[in-house]
């Protein structure tokens, strides 16, 4: 599938990512002059650097397990207008410990990117609990821009990048469900795996009633990657982004 030009390569702002783990790294006043003078590196690196050199994605998530060995992926969100570079935990012995905590673990409101109990790396529905702000721009706040049908439709594309390296999702809907009056309802999409492609089919048709922008393409897709945060407008209300793998 071809690619948007809009979505930039990973190998464009590695450099730029790397900043965000120094940014983690961040305790003590004395590595601010480490920070500044990274900046000035990675701005002289972008004007330079070349769309066939080798990826350094293995580089990037090693950068943030030196911080935190509980990173197991990072979720690259990359265009124009909008760079993020998340680093996703995985805790299954204790799935919600970083919903509060940072990634050195200390006390946060905003916490960590978690990978849900209900899913893992390796399922074939990949889910990403992330907080939001109203005040932040921080983690997952960047979903509700995914409102806009405008929006929705120019940032079609997410990776993610793991020891296996890079995978490539498409954004083909995003959802918004009010717990407050619903919540006894279950929803068949919140889960790692499924039975069948029938059963898939049938959840996927059941969360169309809570959907605010939707694409319809032809393409064969891969597994699927949900992203969900809290709709911070309402009382206890969630976005929730859903992609599927292409290939790259």
Known sequence: MKKKKRFLRITVFTCLALLAGLFYLRKSSEKKEDLLKAERTAEAANRNIAYEEEPLEEELLKQFQSVNSDVVMVLVYAYEDEKRVIPVVYTPS???????????????????????????????????????????DTHFSFLKQFVDPLYFKEHDRLLLIDENGERLYETVSFHEIDYERERNVEHDFYRGDFSSMEALDEALRKLDRYVINKRIIDTAYGDMLTLITCNMDKNDSRYILIAREVNQ
């Open 94 to 136: 204790d799935p919600d410990y970083y919903f509060r905590r940072d990634l050195y673990g200390d006390s946060d409101s905003m916490g960590t990117v978690f990978i849900d109990d209900n899913s893992a790396p390796d399922a074939f529905n990949l889910i990403l609990n992330g907080h939001s702000s109203k005040s932040r």
